[in-house]
């Protein structure tokens, strides 16, 4: 059973969207109003969080930041229905992990709700990995099957989109893969002109797992192409 929270103040769509969530067997609430909808993420884990940007009490995106401020690191996907927020939602600011333009079909919705979901079924998978599925660099470990990194010992939270990133460039040290490459391989559809998000997400991966984000030891940039993990120094 998979927890999901909509937060939709357009009482059909968010319905409608619960109705077929249902029907995949989720447990989904569903609230009209930010604030409501907030405080109960905060208390409640949630595998998946359906977030309407244009809420009458508070902004999805406002919303989104707070909860990763608070280290709520569970999927989210906006819903907007102005294309100039797209932006926003895919860069540094907002920590969301995908969005759908309205009005979108309920199909394309499910198709992204599967995909995220998915990738939370390994999250909670039982252990048993052999480790071949996790990555040992310095400090850092990357366990795939568990999507978990660990630094000098310590878990860190990552978005699901830093993880994948993250285990894109560590399972190929030394490659460079240009933001093009990044964009068609960790967010995997046409986000065309949107290349600064890989931008966003590398500085706050690198806030994160580098002790001196301006001279990064994992994640190094090349210089006019894109970026790269380290292959020196194991
Ligand atoms: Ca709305």
Redesign the pocket.
């Known amino acids: 059973m998979r927890n999901v929270i909509i937060i ?3 009482k059909d769509i968010g319905e409608l969207v619960q109705l077929h969530l249902e029907d995949m067997n989720c447990e989904v609430v569903h609230f009209l109003n930010g604030q409501e909808g907030f405080h109960y993420a905060l208390e409640h884990p949630f595998d998946l969080m359906i977030l ?1 940007i ?2 009458p009490d508070m902004n999805g995106m406002d919303i989104c930041r707070a909860l990763r401020a608070e280290k709520v690191n569970s999927p989210i996907l906006m819903l907007t229905a102005r294309s100039e927020e797209i932006d926003k939602i895919l860069g540094l600011e907002t920590g969301a992990d995908d969005y759908m333009t309205k009005p979108f079909s309920i199909r394309e919705l499910l198709a992204r709700v599967k995909a995220i979901l998915r990738r939370v079924d390994i999250d909670t998978r039982p252990d048993e990995s052999d480790g071949a599925d996790s990555i040992h660099f310095k400090q850092l470990e990357i366990d795939k099957r568990k999507r978990r990194v660990i630094l000098d010992g310590e878990r860190i939270e990552l978005t699901p989109k830093e993880f994948d990133l993250l285990y894109l460039l560590a399972s190929n040290p030394g490659v460079t893969y240009d933001r093009k490459d990044l964009l068609n391989k960790v967010w995997s559809y046409d986000f065309e002109g949107y290349e600064h998000t890989v931008n966003s997400h590398i500085n706050r991966l690198r806030a994160k797992i580098e002790k001196d984000p301006a001279n990064p030891e994992y994640v190094l940039t090349t210089w006019g192409v894109g970026y790269r993990f380290s292959d020196q120094g194991k």
């Open positions: 939709e103040d357009e309407d244009n809420l």
